[in-house]
């Protein structure tokens, strides 16, 4: 038998790619786009080269649309042009991963040399005070960048932001410009008006890419991986039609060439072609649904699992009193609290409004409701998701309903 990995060594693809150019993490070094966009915000920045105060900046865009690439971008090169200058240094927070003002304090507060604060413990005035004296003792301009912020609001309220502009007001040797990136085009809604003009000061909306934008950026891509010989244009083209129509999202399309190239490359092809694009994005959209599997809520697991099970005892249709069976043969055997009809009939709803299911009621007969349901994904990869739960693992040797019921 021929080896395993020949058809990998027999195509004129290139080996040597380095993927980390398609990595959300990389940052090109020209953005095509974004150049109008990229230039409002280092005007505004760039007035700390010339000694002045930048104003504050909300950047709003849809996923994808390069804000948090652009703001990595501009920090970098600010921070660059004015080495030996001016003091400038990017503070970026995530504020999804940061998810508490204790914690936004400690990221700004430990980015310059001082006291070291710890991740948990102090009371708020220490923490603040120390934060202070630590930018205070560096002396220069510091972008702070609060990505995704909306999310932070949403969950905390904007009192930390007030704090933050409470803190610049009273620095003497540094300045905070803050930069918050939002996904919500509402988000100004949400914030006080004492802090929604402070941080309004200058406003910038990112646009979805269209189609042939896409491309550009695509394309510059396979350049910077040097691969551009190894992309057929069909390749591309369909690739950035299909992002536009996902709201023109380049970070789905980068992904979806990361994709195309890997197929293509191991299936000892030596062109990226229209056939493996569509190969990636059915790998995606199955890798999505798992993914969506993966982080439902306990008890949702316990009811799809329920249903899987239902059906491969033999059903296609069942009552409302029979699914709730299942349901609850599940949860007894995983151990799990067993919900009320009721909301295990909502959740039927939420399984059905993610895709993972399609309930259909057929009749209101004798016996009640008839549900017919189907399952959109495959029984046994989506059984070997939920068994991945560590709540389940007392089931995975109970593989049928009527063990189930025995056990
Ligand atoms: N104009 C562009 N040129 C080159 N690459 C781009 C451009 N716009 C976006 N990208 C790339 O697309 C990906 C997504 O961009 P980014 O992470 O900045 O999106 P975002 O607007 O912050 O999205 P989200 O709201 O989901 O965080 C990144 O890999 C980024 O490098
Ligand atoms: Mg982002």
């Not at 865009?61 to 003091?87: D, F, P, Q």
């Not at 996902?246 to 191991?266: C, H, W, Y």
């Not at 057929?362 to 016996?367: A, D, E, F, M, Q």
Request: glycine letters at 8%.
């Amino acid at each position: 038998m021929d080896n395993i990995f020949k058809k990998y060594l027999e195509g004129t693809f290139p080996k040597n790619i380095d993927y980390g150019v398609f990595e959300p993490s990389f940052i090109p070094h020209k953005m095509p786009h974004r150049e109008k966009e990229i230039g409002v915000i280092a005007e505004n920045l760039g007035r700390i080269l010339l000694g002045g105060r930048p104003k504050n900046i909300l950047v709003f865009g849809k996923s994808g649309t390069g804000k948090t690439a652009a703001m990595k971008y501009i920090g970098r090169e600010l921070e660059e042009a004015s080495r030996e200058r001016v003091n400038v240094k990017t503070v970026f927070i995530n504020c999804q991963v940061k998810d508490n003002s204790y914690s936004i304090f400690e990221t700004l507060g430990n980015a310059f040399n001082g006291e070291r604060i710890p991740f948990t413990g102090w009371s708020f005035d220490r923490l603040y005070a120390t934060t202070r004296k630590n930018l205070d003792q560096w002396g220069g301009n510091v972008i702070l960048v609060l990505d995704e912020i909306d999310r932070f609001v949403k969950k905390n309220g904007d009192d930390f932001l007030y704090q933050i502009l409470l803190l610049d007001s009273e620095l003497e040797k540094s300045r905070i410009t803050i930069v918050g990136i939002t996904n919500d085009l509402k988000f100004s809604e949400y914030l006080d008006s004492r802090v929604k003009s402070r941080l309004n000061e200058e406003k910038i909306v990112f646009p979805p890419y269209s189609s042939d934008q896409i491309y550009d950026i695509l394309m510059d891509r396979v350049n910077i991986a040097g691969i551009g010989g190894f992309v057929s244009e069909g390749a591309l083209r369909l690739i950035s039609s299909l992002a536009s129509q996902e709201n023109g999202d380049a970070r789905k399309a980068i992904e979806m060439l990361r994709t195309s190239i890997q197929i293509a490359f191991s299936s000892g092809d030596n062109r990226v072609e229209e056939a493996h694009v569509f190969s990636a994005k059915t790998r995606m959209e199955y890798d999505a649904v798992m993914e969506t599997i993966r982080t439902l809520p306990v008890q949702a697991k316990a009811l799809l699992l329920g249903i899987i099970l239902l059906r491969e005892s033999g059903n296609v249709q069942y009552t409302t009193g029979e699914v709730f069976e299942a349901y609850r043969n599940v949860a007894n055997g995983a151990n799990l609290p067993v919900l009320t009809p009721r909301r295990i009939s909502d959740m039927l709803s939420d399984l059905d409004s993610l895709g993972l299911i399609t309930a259909h009621v057929t009749s209101l007969g004798r016996y009640g409701r008839t549900k017919m349901i189907e399952i959109n994904v495959s029984f046994n990869d989506a059984k070997k998701v939920i068994f991945e739960d560590e709540n389940f693992s007392r089931l995975k040797n109970t593989p049928t309903m009527k063990q189930l019921r025995l056990t």
